[in-house]
């Protein structure tokens, strides 16, 4: 590759750095950074339903410094909201105990239709993303996993919702992982958006996905 010493930077034997996210402290607790609690994002609530919020305009969510429980509440509530009909997703690493694969269970349970696109090549995850695959199916999402020969880091949401006998549309999109444990340490932007634009180009993404699924399987 003609490469040269200036173009080589050294490395080291040991690649899993998140082991030392649960490094134990090895001093006291006056060498730790104070934990500050995540911020609210300024026209969000809870005690409202955010697909209503998010049809009025679009919500920026910068984690870790405001909550990632906007997301989560996001699909909790298409999981249980009976005008939602479908609920597509692309998801690449997930949390052993993950709150967002709970509820695309529980909305398959209610009758919707849940597509989820799982990369099991995940570096680190592959056994957690495996695990997570065959408990969706089990509960009768329709699985996806990956592309032969691509490597699927896209990490992708829409929702398709009836309202006034019409279709609508509600995307997440984001630079981080489904993953609410990394969300509290990794910096990362979500955006949560009914523009007619953007959920539609995510719309036929999804579906030429499912469609090279099904011709190969």
Not at 17 to 44: C, H, M, Q, W
Not at 51 to 68: E, F, G, N, R
Not at 71 to 85: G, S, T
Not at 192 to 216: M, S
Request: overall charge positive; proline content about 4%.
């Amino acid at each position: 590759m003609n490469l040269h010493g200036e173009n080589l930077i050294p490395g080291n034997r040991y690649h899993n750095f998140k082991n030392f996210i649960s490094f134990p402290n090895v001093g006291t607790p006056e060498l730790e950074y104070p934990r500050y609690p995540a911020l609210p994002v300024d026209g969000l609530t809870f005690d409202k339903s955010l697909m209503a919020m998010i049809a009025k305009q679009d919500y920026l969510i910068s984690t870790p410094y405001q909550t990632y429980d906007y997301v989560i509440h996001f699909l909790r509530e298409a999981a249980i909201d009976p005008k939602v009909k479908e609920i597509s997703i692309a998801v690449y690493r997930l949390a052993e105990n993950s709150r967002i694969m709970h509820a695309l269970i529980n909305a398959a349970k209610n009758g919707k239709k849940v597509n989820c696109l799982v990369e099991l090549r995940a570096r680190f995850d592959e056994q957690n993303n495996i695990t997570w695959s065959t408990r969706l199916e089990e509960e009768g999402v329709n699985v996806i996993y990956g592309i032969d020969g691509y490597k699927v880091h896209s990490k992708i949401c829409l929702v398709r919702r009836m309202d006034k006998e019409k279709d609508t549309y509600y995307a997440c999109l984001s630079t981080g992982n489904y993953n609410e444990k990394t969300a509290r340490m990794y910096a990362d932007h979500t955006l949560l958006t009914a523009n007619k634009k953007l959920p539609l180009i995510w719309l036929k993404f999804l579906k030429l996905l499912i469609k090279e699924f099904y011709l190969k399987g």
